[in-house]
């Protein structure tokens, strides 16, 4: 289910804390924003996260070849999110126009807009009716768009469905008990299994963290913003119980040890490795555990729905949203470059290559791209049924105090109790600013 949407707190527009989707018009004030002019045809740069598709440069070229008078440049920064977000806030602060059109995490988008890093864009003119709806509610703030939605992105459990199955064990298991037990059968059962870890996710005290811990909190049946208020919520014994999971795995072992350092790259070198029974990981590595040059894997795993306490788990909504730099020049270009990545084209041809999830809806049932991944109809609920995470201006504060409590607990330096009560006092603290 996804949350209702209610604005938590707001101080001027010092910040907004709710579940990730904006809230209703009458209970939010207008962002008091003047709408710059979309205008200046030139040269643009696109400023990304890591490429690990290997398929962005084609279609810049693609855009470049058709546009020699306003050509697109690549800026690679790093593949881990706060670091993105860091070097994009840093040439936003020197109000620097070297970043044109930033690729935004979704969960930015208030931060970016509030502090006028970012320009409003057209929304009328940007065909966002084609586009899944949960994720150009990320876009948006104070139900203005300021970033358009490019891709989206729900966590999946990778299973080594050939060890499973040497196991006799015939489903992907559901519950985090079935899991854990699948493993210890393999274990038992499967010589070549006897050294693999048992589970891995994102662990390392990043944005990752967050979201892996919101999923464990959400899997047992709490949240960290309360659906119904939008506030902090995370003290309770349903988001203990969710967080215990993790924490008493690492403790067991059934979470490899390793995966307090794992990022998405550092989880995928080693499930493709072979080194691990169960990932979570987003769709993304899909198409790359496929590939015979780097991939031991191939053939040998499928994905599934993310676990739970009780049953199936949800997953929190992840993707990225295309936004147009205050500062920079050739804003005009910028809307038609927008247009252009986003077109269900590009998307379809992105999607075939590295099997990411699109933001175009219509994609996910595509005979095409469902032919080369039948996971896409499944991954279309997985979205709609996905969590958002707090929708923040002070976001940085916040994600920071989420992965502080979830890294204390998950390394034994505090409690579960301990952790999710100073979590949610910061939080409280933060909300009222
Ligand atoms: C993926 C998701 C993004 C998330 C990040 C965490 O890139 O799409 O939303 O914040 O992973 O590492």
Redesign the pocket.
């Known amino acids: 289910m996804r949350l209702t949407p209610l604005v938590g707190a707001v101080a001027g527009l010092a910040l907004v804390l709710t579940a990730c989707g904006g809230g209703s018009d009458d209970e939010k004030k207008p962002a008091e924003t003047k709408a710059v002019a979309l205008e200046g045809r030139g040269p643009i740069t696109f400023v990304t996260g890591k490429d690990t598709s290997g398929n962005l440069q084609k279609q810049i070229d693609a855009w470049n070849a058709g546009h020699p008078n306003e050509t697109a440049k690549v800026i690679e920064l790093s593949d881990k999110?706060d670091e993105q977000r860091n070097s994009m806030i840093q040439n936003a602060q020197a109000k620097s126009d070297a970043y044109t059109v930033l690729n935004l995490?979704?969960?930015w988008t208030a931060e970016f807009a509030a502090n006028r890093w970012i320009a409003e864009l057209p929304e009328a003119d940007l065909g966002v009716d084609k586009l899944l709806k949960p994720t150009v509610e990320t876009g948006k703030y104070f139900n203005k768009l300021y970033a358009l939605p490019a891709d989206s992105?729900a966590g999946l459990l990778y299973y080594r469905k050939d060890l499973l199955t040497k196991a006799g064990i015939t489903e992907a298991p559901k519950t985090w008990k079935d899991l854990f037990a699948a493993c210890d059968t393999i274990k038992a059962k499967v010589a070549e299994a006897k050294d693999a870890g048992c589970y891995g996710g994102?662990f390392d005290k990043?944005?990752?963290l967050t979201?892996n811990a919101s999923e464990a909190i959400n899997a047992g049946g709490g949240q960290v913003v309360d659906g119904a208020t939008g506030k902090p919520n995370v003290n309770t014994p349903e988001a203990k119980a969710g967080l215990d999971v993790l924490v008493n795995a690492f403790k067991d072992g059934h979470i490899t040890k390793k995966a307090i350092t794992y990022t998405?790259e550092l989880g995928r070198a080693d499930f493709q490795a072979g080194n691990l029974l169960f990932h979570r990981q987003?769709p993304y590595q899909y198409a790359l555990a496929q590939d015979k040059k780097s991939s031991k894997v191939v053939g040998k795993f499928d994905v599934a729905p993310l676990p739970g306490v009780n049953g199936l788990g949800v997953s929190t909504l992840?993707?990225?949203n295309f936004a147009i730099s205050e500062f920079a020049k050739n804003k005009a270009t910028a809307v038609d470059f927008l247009k252009y990545m986003t077109s269900p084209e590009v998307e379809k041809a992105n999607a075939l290559v590295i099997g990411k999830a699109p933001s175009v809806a219509a994609l996910y049932d595509d005979p095409e791209v469902v032919a080369k991944f039948p996971y896409m109809p499944a991954l279309k609920t997985a979205i709609e049924n996905a969590q958002g995470r707090p929708k923040a201006v002070k976001y940085g504060d916040v994600t920071t105090a989420i992965q502080e409590a979830a890294y204390g607990a998950l390394t034994g330096k505090t409690t579960t109790d301990q952790a999710l009560s100073d979590l949610q006092n910061k939080l409280v603290t933060l909300t009222a600013q």
């Open positions: 999110a995490d979704v969960v992105d994102q990043y944005e990752g979201v998405e987003w992840g993707g990225h």
